[in-house]
C-alpha cells in the first residue's frame, strides 16, 4: 500500500484583483493506487468539511506519492 498527499485546490481573486491557487485542504491517505486515494479523500474531506460535495470548496484535486510506503 503506497501513502498519497491529496490537495483539494481552488483558484480565488486575490486583493489585488489577481486570480491565485488556494489549498482548501489537504489529507494523506494510504491506499493501493491514485484513483482509490482519491475517492477516499473526497469522502474524508466532505467529512470534515460537513459539506455534501467536495466540490462546494475546492475546484480540483492535486495528488502527490509521499516518499514511504505502508505495509
Known amino acids: 500500500m503506497s501513502r498519497f498527499v491529496v490537495h483539494f485546490m481552488?483558484?480565488?481573486l486575490g486583493?489585488?484583483?489577481r486570480e491565485r491557487e488556494v489549498c482548501q485542504g489537504?489529507?494523506?491517505i494510504d491506499a493501493s493506487s491514485e484513483g482509490q486515494a482519491t475517492e477516499?479523500?473526497?469522502?474524508k474531506f466532505c467529512q470534515e468539511q460537513s459539506?455534501?460535495?467536495w466540490s462546494l470548496h475546492a475546484d480540483r484535486?492535486?495528488?502527490e506519492a509521499a516518499d514511504?510506503?505502508?505495509?
Open 40 to 43: 477516499m479523500a473526497k469522502v
Open 26 to 28: 489537504a489529507l494523506e
Open 15 to 17: 486583493g489585488n484583483g
Open 61 to 63: 484535486i492535486r495528488i
Open 51 to 53: 459539506l455534501c460535495d
Open 10 to 12: 481552488k483558484d480565488v
Open 68 to 71: 514511504l510506503h505502508v505495509s
